[in-house]
């Protein structure tokens, strides 16, 4: 069940800083917002409440903690039926190579984002952990060479002035 989050201009600031430095202190998001500490603190506390705002990560570099090769792995799953595809899902997340898995439409099911220590590694993560699995019918591997992150996540241009309505997912 999906339900309807109003935000504020003052709450899609309050985002904007906290997705460029999660660490800002309340003190400091309250002055760069324009509110009082006290009402500051309790509009991040809804807008966690809400799941507007679902944690605070630390960012690591793979390559400073020994996993300098990153890939992409689109995974292609047969058969594509929800079981399945949850223990799939299940023993990825469980691999330390894993960043990141998304389940996609189109020719692959999922794409995994992976962070290795060599091109050996990599390989043996392929054929001993995605192929030598009965339900992977296919691996097509694309190497990252280069990465840049994009800006905060806000609502497109468009939204109303007062603010913007974001669908929440339950979880």
Not at 43 to 56: C, S, Y
Not at 78 to 97: D, G
Request: charged letters at 25%; aromatic letters at 4%; proline letters at 6%.
């Amino acid at each position: 069940m999906s339900e309807t989050v109003e935000l504020s201009p003052v709450d899609l600031e309050i985002l904007r800083v906290l997705q460029n430095d999660a660490r800002t202190t309340n003190k400091e998001l309250a002055a760069a917002v324009g509110l009082a500490p006290s009402t500051c603190l309790d509009r991040v506390a809804r807008l966690r409440e809400t799941g507007v705002i679902t944690g605070q990560h630390a960012k690591v570099d793979a390559a400073k903690v020994g996993r300098p090769l990153e890939a992409f792995l689109f995974v292609q799953v047969r058969p594509h039926r929800r079981p399945l595809v949850e223990q799939f899902v299940e023993h990825l997340l469980a691999l330390p190579e894993i960043r990141a898995v998304y389940h996609l439409t189109g020719p692959d099911d999922f794409l995994a984002h992976v962070a290795t220590t060599s091109a050996a590694e990599l390989q043996r993560l392929v054929l001993d952990e995605l192929t030598s699995r009965d339900e992977v019918a296919r691996v097509h591997t694309n190497l990252v060479f280069q990465q840049w992150q994009g800006g905060p996540l806000l609502p497109p241009d468009g939204e109303p002035a007062q603010g913007a309505r974001i669908r929440r997912r339950d979880r």
